[in-house]
Structure formats: structure tokens, C-alpha cells
């Protein structure tokens, strides 16, 4: 059982930044692509970046060039720094892991408005 535990989500002003951080429980860390999903009221869960063992990345298409997913391997953290973030951007932001289970972290509220 891996267990996930979001933080640095927030209320911020269009335009502004935040960093999400999932801290995991696993000593196979390594092993697992991590990511992040999102929902949004009223809408689907959207895959919004994943980073695999070998630190390969991928984005949405609406987040590409606003967001970086990255990874620490030896504190096993995995992090989604957020930049110039829009009224859309709000959802609940959820971390995951995938490797042989895939688990989920909690969610952390995200919520961009002026």
C-alpha cells in the first residue's frame, strides 16, 4: 500500500504561481510514474502531467508551457510548479502513482480568481 499526500494547494490571483507537492510512502519510489490529474466542477478528470521513472514528461495540451512536473528520487516527492495560472486551472488536483497498483493521493483544492 502506497499512500500520497498532497500539499500546496490554494487560492491565487490569475497570473499567479503555485507548487503542488505529493510526498510518498513507498521505498520503490522509483519505480513508479507519478502525476497529476485534475476535476473540475462539473468536468472529467483530466490528466494534467506525468513524469516516469526515467524522467520522461508528458502535459496537456492546456498546461504545456505553464506547468513542470519534476520528481525528487531521494526525498520521493513529485512536484507541479504552476505558473501563470488561469481561472480554468481551478480543480481539485489529485497525485498519483503507477507501477504495478496504481494509487491515489487525496486531492488538494486549486483555485484561481481574483
Known amino acids: 500500500q502506497v499512500q500520497l499526500v498532497e500539499s500546496g494547494g490554494g487560492l491565487v490571483q490569475p497570473g499567479g504561481s503555485l507548487t503542488l507537492s505529493c510526498q510518498a510512502s513507498?521505498?520503490?519510489?522509483?519505480?513508479?510514474?507519478m502525476g497529476w490529474y485534475r476535476r473540475a466542477p462539473g468536468k472529467q478528470r483530466e490528466l494534467v502531467a506525468a513524469?516516469?521513472?526515467?524522467?520522461?514528461?508528458n502535459y496537456a495540451d492546456s498546461v504545456k508551457g505553464r506547468f513542470t512536473i519534476s520528481r525528487d528520487n531521494a526525498k520521493k516527492v513529485v512536484y507541479l510548479q504552476m505558473n501563470s495560472l488561469k481561472p480554468e486551472d481551478t480543480a481539485v488536483y489529485y497525485c498519483?502513482?503507477?507501477?504495478?497498483?496504481?494509487?491515489w493521493g487525496q486531492g488538494t483544492q486549486v483555485t484561481v480568481s481574483s
Open positions: 513524469i516516469t521513472s526515467s524522467s520522461t514528461t
Open positions: 513507498t521505498n520503490r519510489f522509483t519505480f513508479y510514474t
Open positions: 498519483y502513482a503507477k507501477w504495478v497498483t496504481d494509487y
